[in-house]
């Protein structure tokens, strides 16, 4: 009888404490049936880490048919005009409805979906590996995974060459998207990568590369934050 009511026990909290990994919510909202949340993780964590965040988050969110739990990493900001990327989803739907996607059990054993919408950690590992040969030589500033077109950008410069600044877009089999010598300039002590003749450009600060476009100089579109 102890055992037993010790496995009750178990499973009935084996989503209530909170997860070790850390994370933040940074925003909520109502979708059909249910709550959409926008959970903030330090770092490319593990599928079972997510799910796990995903399973306590649904307690919280008992009185909701489905809850959807997008995941996104930091230097992703809601202000930016193209929103945050969301590099993981995690999905309760309404227990009453059959959904193939539902294919996964959490510790309490409800099913959910999960699908990595960007690089997995295993993914990004491998992207942060690549080498390619025009960056023999050349000191690298930073390497920035991007969810949206899963490519890797890279930005470095030439000691040899004045510190010519380069940005290399790689695709996920290393191949080359984009190779810009960017034209730097200073705008009220602001240094900016201009990569466009429309004027598109980028600024790299506190290891976060932002992008702004020529149609809107003012306001961010994405930022991506520095990747190791």
């Known amino acids: 009888m102890k055992k037993l009511l010790l496995l009750c026990l178990v499973a009935l909290t084996a989503c209530n404490s909170k997860p070790k990994t850390p994370f933040e919510i940074l925003k909520s ?40 739990v997008d ?51 295993e993914q990004a590992k491998k992207m942060l590996t690549i080498e390619h ?15 949206a077109t899963k490519t890797t950008t890279i930005i470095y410069e030439d000691k040899h060459n004045d510190n010519q600044l380069y940005i290399l877009e790689l695709d996920a089999d290393g191949q080359v998207v984009s190779a810009i010598q960017p034209m730097e300039v200073t705008v009220k002590g602001v240094k900016k990568m201009v990569v466009s003749r ?27 934050k520095q990747s190791l």
Not at 57 to 66: I, P
Not at 73 to 92: C, E, F, I, R, W
Not at 198 to 220: C, F, H, R, V
Request: overall charge neutral.
């Open 71 to 121: 995941y996104i990493l930091p230097g992703q900001s809601h202000k930016n005009k193209g929103g945050v990327t969301v590099y993981a989803t995690a999905t309760y739907h309404d227990k009453a409805l059959v959904v193939p996607a539902d294919t996964i059990r959490d510790k309490n054993n409800d099913l959910l979906g999960f699908e990595f919408v960007g690089f997995s950690p």
């Open 133 to 147: 040969q025009e960056m023999t030589g050349k000191h690298i500033n930073g390497r920035f995974l991007d969810d």
């Open 29 to 68: 909202e109502k979708i059909k049936d249910g709550i959409r949340l926008d959970v903030q993780v330090h770092n490319r964590i593990s599928k079972p880490d997510l799910i796990a965040i995903a399973c306590y988050l649904r307690n919280d969110s008992a009185d909701y048919k489905t809850l959807q």
């Open 198 to 224: 429309e004027g598109d450009y980028m600024t790299l600060k506190d290891s976060i590369l932002t992008m702004y476009s020529g149609a809107n100089m003012n306001q961010p579109f994405r930022s991506l």
